[in-house]
């Protein structure tokens, strides 16, 4: 790597304890004097350095005195302990040893000893429990200290406003800067003081032998810091709070399954002598035909699976046990806090501070009476700035919904194509395909995955927008800089993600008119009609296709891309021996873990929890796909923590912050969404007024379902635009007298006064919908703000 044009070079704090590496680059003489000025800005501070090289990169090795780890432990007021708690604290649980099979042991889960603590204050350090000085301060707070250091330290004579390691590394002085793992994640350190807690983390969390083990988060907060322990915390609640939904999920797809022969209206409809006598008007114009209700026999039974009863009761569930996860999940955090010392927490300086990028940008300067002169963007620049980058997340939002209409067209498109050429199907008779593959499948499952693709397109490019726009921005901190790029992100994924999910569950089949007046998209493509069996089937495809593929291509990118990324950098390693291939030459080998790593996190959890709470209603399964993708997803990110990246610098947080009011926004969204899906989506509530209001005969209260939801046409009114083309109508529909055909919808029959208008019916069943989703959510929001939220304390 050293070439007549540059040097690389590595600096790196050497001991067990405190680990750091920075790269740099030295392209000319310049870089030359900023580095050396940098280094002697480190030597001012007492950090004590060494140069180290293999021939072609040269390593600084830095290892930080007890007194500089005093004087700035007192300067950041980091709390240690004083004196030992002797307040007895009783843990009995009864049956715990029902739990032993799951527990790690002892020396792994490390418990935090209960301790008073205070801040740190060198002039009183007599007072607290000193017992080694070597390992008196852990690693986390060891490396967050030399990473205060490092970004405090200026690099010019001229400009004392120059410094910090992260302009440095902006501006291509430096490459990198991380701290060292403590060992080789396969085998434990020779050195026998050294803890080897990277080797006891990979044997005992991130291999996935261990997926059904506790996680040890005492460990991995003492190693990587509380932020990164609150990620895996909050990821292991989330988990566990799933596998109650996916209980309950499964016992109503059981349910479904166990019912199936009491599935009354899908017998009518695979009934000859009456879904087999029931012609059905053409679901598009031209190229469809008429064709017999008995042909969506299949399709029926498949959507009782998801549409029946247990329905219902799941939509209820789910809006209880959101409640109970947000709620919990507090009381949850807030155990940590207390168990981490995490309370009244002010955030992180490092976080806090200015970024380099705002101080570079900003040429303008003002009077603080604290910091005295500092940079700043006057609101003119801020607001155009703001502007622009408003506009730009609308115009991708607006191509959002572009994608989804062209979509909507190919469906529209490609409908009357499949229902020509699959003759076993709505319009027409043959054998070859089977009852499965119909016109209204085929679309919704190539439709899916071409909506999928584009996705997945999107989120790739905006990605790389949010990003410039967010840096075009100029936020002032790091904090600032996360909440604005979350926000963009997750209004785009969003919509990206879910668009597609809310139009099959609310614009599909409700907008489409009757034969004689059909409603047409753009006047030219007629508006999607459902099945007779409701378009819930439909959306559940959706949402599997959408929510599966997107699980699998992000275990994919978590897990294969870093892997191939670190062999390809590390093959030239395998050439020297062993020896000779150091321990921060193996960590700069492995990729860098950025400052928005855990924003990435988060996304991929939050817009998964959406999925399961939003449509929940039409897929019960939902919960436990997405239980099993986060037992492999725990096991996946502790994997390439430990061995896939260079440690990250450790940083305290005390809550997932924005992400925990997006949580709680999303949850008050899927009751308003999975009580729309019952009422408008799925077959329940017409069902329940039939079966109470409507029929006639007590002894079988279900029958004539079918044909009493079916309202009348006579063919003779339809007009020549919607008539299909010669040859597009089955054998038997010229061999009978045929003068009528039933579509799914409640109006008057033909001759009536009011012919074609909505029955009484209709506003019946209309007015049960909206009491059931004021009854639906008045009862969640009263329980989620009288009750549940005061019951669980936190």
Same mark, same amino acid.
């Given at each position: 790597?050293?070439?007549?044009?540059?040097?690389?070079?590595?600096?790196?704090i050497?001991?067990?304890?405190?680990s750091?590496?920075i790269?740099?680059?030295?392209?000319?003489?310049?870089?030359?004097?900023?580095?050396h000025?940098?280094?002697?800005?480190?030597?001012?501070?007492c950090?004590?350095?060494?140069?180290?090289?293999?021939?072609?990169?040269?390593?600084?090795?830095?290892?930080?005195?007890?007194?500089?780890?005093a004087?700035?432990?007192?300067?950041?007021?980091?709390?240690?302990?004083?004196?030992?708690?002797d307040?007895?604290?009783?843990?009995?649980?009864?049956?715990?040893w029902?739990?032993?099979?799951y527990?790690?042991?002892?020396?792994?889960?490390?418990?935090e000893?209960?301790?008073?603590?205070?801040?740190?204050?060198?002039?009183?350090?007599d007072?607290?429990?000193?017992?080694?000085?070597?390992?008196?301060?852990?690693?986390s707070?060891?490396?967050?200290?030399?990473? !205060?250091?490092?970004s405090?330290?200026?690099?010019?004579?001229?400009?004392?406003?120059?410094?910090?390691?992260?302009?440095?590394?902006n501006?291509?002085?430096?490459?990198a800067?991380?701290?060292?793992?403590?060992?080789?994640y396969?085998?434990?350190?020779?050195?026998a003081?050294?803890?080897?807690?990277?080797?006891?983390?990979?044997? !005992?969390?991130?291999?996935?032998?261990?997926?059904?083990?506790?996680?040890?988060?005492n460990?991995?907060?003492?190693?990587?810091?509380?932020?990164?322990?609150?990620?895996?915390?909050?990821?292991?609640?989330?988990?566990?709070?799933l596998?109650?939904?996916?209980?309950?999920?499964?016992l109503?797809?059981?349910?479904?399954?166990?019912t199936?022969?009491?599935n009354?209206?899908?017998?009518?409809?695979?009934?000859?002598?009456?879904?087999?006598?029931?012609?059905?008007?053409?679901?598009?114009?031209?190229?469809?035909?008429?064709?017999?209700?008995?042909?969506?026999?299949?399709?029926?039974?498949?959507?009782?699976?998801?549409?029946?009863?247990a329905?219902?009761?799941?939509?209820?569930?789910?809006?209880?046990w959101?409640?109970?996860?947000?709620?919990?999940?507090?009381?949850?955090?807030?155990?940590?806090?207390?168990?981490?010392?995490?309370?009244?927490?002010e955030?992180?300086?490092?976080?806090?501070?200015?970024?380099?990028e !705002?101080?570079i940008?900003?040429?303008?300067?003002r009077?603080?009476?604290?910091?005295?002169?500092?940079?700043?963007?006057?609101?003119?620049?801020?607001?155009?700035?703001?502007?622009?980058?408003?506009?730009?997340v609308?115009?991708?939002?607006?191509?959002?919904?572009?994608?989804?209409?062209?979509?909507?067209?190919y469906r529209?498109?490609?409908?009357?194509?499949?229902?020509?050429?699959?003759?076993?199907?709505p319009t027409?008779?043959?054998?070859?395909i089977?009852?499965?593959?119909?016109?209204?499948?085929?679309?919704?499952?190539?439709?899916?995955?071409?909506?999928?693709?584009?996705?997945?397109?999107?989120?790739?490019l905006? @990605?790389?927008?949010?990003?410039?726009?967010?840096?075009?921005?100029?936020?002032?901190?790091?904090v600032? !800089?996360?909440?604005?790029?979350?926000?963009?992100?997750?209004?785009?994924?969003?919509?990206?993600?879910?668009?597609?999910?809310?139009?099959?569950?609310?614009f599909?089949?409700?907008?489409?008119?009757?034969?004689?007046?059909?409603?047409?998209?753009?006047?030219?493509?007629?508006? @999607?009609?459902?099945?007779?069996g409701?378009?819930?089937?439909?959306?559940?495809?959706?949402?599997?296709?959408?929510?599966?593929g997107?699980?699998?291509?992000?275990?994919?990118?978590e897990?294969?891309?870093?892997?191939?990324?670190?062999?390809?950098?590390s093959?030239?390693?395998?050439?020297?021996?062993?020896?000779?291939?150091?321990?921060?030459?193996?960590d700069?080998?492995?990729?860098?873990?950025?400052?928005?790593?855990l924003?990435?996190?988060?996304?991929?959890?939050?817009?998964?929890?959406?999925?399961?709470?939003?449509?929940v209603?039409?897929?019960?399964?939902?919960?436990?796909?997405?239980?099993?993708?986060?037992?492999?997803?725990?096991?996946?990110?502790?994997?390439?923590?430990?061995?896939?990246?260079?440690?990250?610098?450790?940083?305290?947080?005390?809550?997932?912050?924005?992400?925990?009011?997006?949580?709680?926004?999303?949850?008050?969204?899927?009751v308003?969404?999975?009580?729309?899906?019952v009422?408008f989506?799925?077959?329940?509530?017409?069902?329940?007024?039939?079966?109470?209001?409507?029929?006639?005969?007590?002894?079988?209260?279900?029958?004539g379902?079918i044909?009493?939801?079916?309202?009348?046409?006579?063919?003779?009114?339809?007009?020549?635009?919607?008539?299909p083309?010669?040859?597009?109508?089955?054998?038997?529909?010229?061999?009978?007298n045929?003068?009528?055909?039933?579509?799914?919808?409640?109006?008057?029959?033909?001759?009536?006064?009011?012919?074609?208008?909505?029955?009484?019916?209709?506003?019946?069943?209309?007015?049960a919908?909206?009491a059931?989703?004021?009854?639906?959510?008045?009862t969640?929001?009263?329980?989620?703000?009288l009750?549940?939220?005061?019951?669980?304390?936190?």
């Amino acid at each position: 790597m050293c070439y007549h044009s540059y040097l690389d070079i590595t600096l790196h704090i050497f001991t067990c304890y405190c680990s750091f590496i920075i790269n740099c680059i030295i392209r000319h003489i310049i870089s030359q004097k900023v580095t050396h000025q940098f280094l002697l800005s480190l030597n001012v501070t007492c950090l004590s350095f060494q140069e180290s090289e293999d021939g072609r990169t040269y390593f600084l090795k830095i290892h930080v005195p007890w007194e500089v780890l005093a004087t700035y432990a007192d300067v950041l007021k980091i709390k240690v302990p004083f004196k030992a708690n002797d307040i007895p604290d009783k843990k009995d649980v009864p049956l715990s040893w029902l739990c032993t099979p799951y527990r790690l042991p002892e020396h792994v889960m490390q418990p935090e000893p209960d301790y008073f603590t205070a801040t740190f204050d060198k002039s009183k350090i007599d007072f607290f429990l000193i017992e080694d000085k070597e390992t008196f301060f852990p690693p986390s707070t060891r490396s967050r200290i030399v990473y !205060y250091i490092l970004s405090r330290c200026s690099y010019s004579k001229e400009d004392k406003d120059k410094k910090g390691i992260k302009r440095l590394l902006n501006n291509g002085t430096y490459v990198a800067a991380f701290p060292l793992h403590d060992c080789r994640y396969w085998t434990k350190s020779i050195d026998a003081n050294c803890e080897s807690e990277r080797y006891a983390l990979y044997k !005992y969390w991130a291999r996935f032998s261990s997926f059904y083990k506790e996680q040890p988060l005492n460990l991995v907060r003492k190693y990587y810091g509380e932020k990164i322990g609150i990620y895996f915390a909050w990821l292991g609640f989330y988990t566990e709070m799933l596998s109650y939904a996916a209980v309950v999920g499964l016992l109503c797809f059981i349910y479904g399954l166990a019912t199936f022969d009491e599935n009354v209206w899908s017998k009518e409809i695979c009934n000859e002598t009456i879904g087999g006598q029931i012609i059905m008007c053409p679901l598009c114009d031209k190229k469809c035909g008429y064709w017999k209700l008995s042909t969506t026999c299949s399709s029926s039974w498949q959507s009782y699976l998801f549409d029946n009863t247990a329905t219902l009761f799941f939509a209820i569930f789910m809006g209880i046990w959101v409640t109970l996860f947000l709620e919990f999940w507090k009381r949850r955090q807030a155990r940590l806090e207390y168990e981490w010392d995490l309370v009244d927490m002010e955030e992180e300086q490092q976080q806090m501070q200015l970024r380099p990028e !705002y101080e570079i940008k900003c040429t303008h300067r003002r009077l603080n009476q604290v910091t005295q002169m500092e940079p700043y963007l006057p609101l003119t620049s801020k607001c155009a700035r703001s502007v622009l980058s408003g506009a730009t997340v609308l115009f991708w939002i607006s191509l959002i919904f572009a994608c989804i209409i062209a979509v909507i067209v190919y469906r529209l498109a490609v409908f009357a194509a499949f229902a020509g050429i699959m003759k076993d199907s709505p319009t027409n008779n043959m054998d070859l395909i089977g009852n499965l593959i119909t016109p209204q499948f085929a679309t919704s499952v190539t439709a899916s995955c071409l909506n999928f693709i584009i996705i997945m397109v999107l989120n790739f490019l905006y @990605e790389h927008v949010a990003i410039k726009i967010t840096d075009m921005e100029v936020p002032r901190t790091h904090v600032e !800089y996360e909440n604005k790029l979350t926000v963009k992100m997750f209004l785009f994924q969003f919509v990206n993600y879910y668009s597609s999910c809310f139009y099959v569950a609310f614009f599909k089949g409700k907008f489409v008119g009757y034969p004689g007046d059909y409603s047409y998209m753009f006047g030219k493509w007629r508006n @999607e009609e459902c099945e007779p069996g409701g378009c819930l089937i439909e959306l559940t495809t959706q949402l599997v296709i959408v929510m599966v593929g997107k699980q699998v291509w992000g275990n994919i990118q978590e897990a294969l891309v870093p892997w191939l990324r670190n062999w390809w950098v590390s093959r030239s390693a395998r050439s020297h021996p062993e020896s000779l291939y150091s321990r921060w030459e193996q960590d700069h080998d492995l990729q860098s873990f950025s400052q928005l790593g855990l924003f990435y996190e988060y996304l991929e959890m939050v817009i998964q929890f959406g999925f399961i709470t939003l449509f929940v209603a039409s897929f019960p399964l939902a919960p436990l796909l997405a239980l099993m993708n986060n037992i492999l997803e725990v096991r996946v990110d502790a994997w390439k923590f430990t061995t896939q990246f260079r440690r990250p610098v450790a940083a305290k947080a005390h809550s997932i912050g924005v992400w925990d009011e997006i949580l709680n926004m999303i949850a008050v969204f899927s009751v308003v969404t999975n009580a729309f899906i019952v009422a408008f989506t799925s077959d329940m509530i017409p069902r329940l007024v039939y079966k109470y209001a409507y029929h006639l005969d007590t002894e079988s209260t279900m029958e004539g379902y079918i044909n009493n939801s079916l309202s009348v046409f006579n063919i003779s009114e339809i007009p020549e635009k919607n008539r299909p083309e010669d040859g597009e109508n089955p054998d038997w529909f010229y061999s009978s007298n045929i003068t009528t055909c039933r579509y799914r919808d409640y109006r008057y029959p033909p001759g009536h006064e009011k012919q074609y208008t909505y029955t009484m019916q209709f506003w019946h069943i209309f007015a049960a919908k909206f009491a059931f989703i004021i009854i639906m959510e008045s009862t969640f929001y009263g329980n989620k703000n009288l009750k549940l939220k005061y019951l669980i304390a936190n």
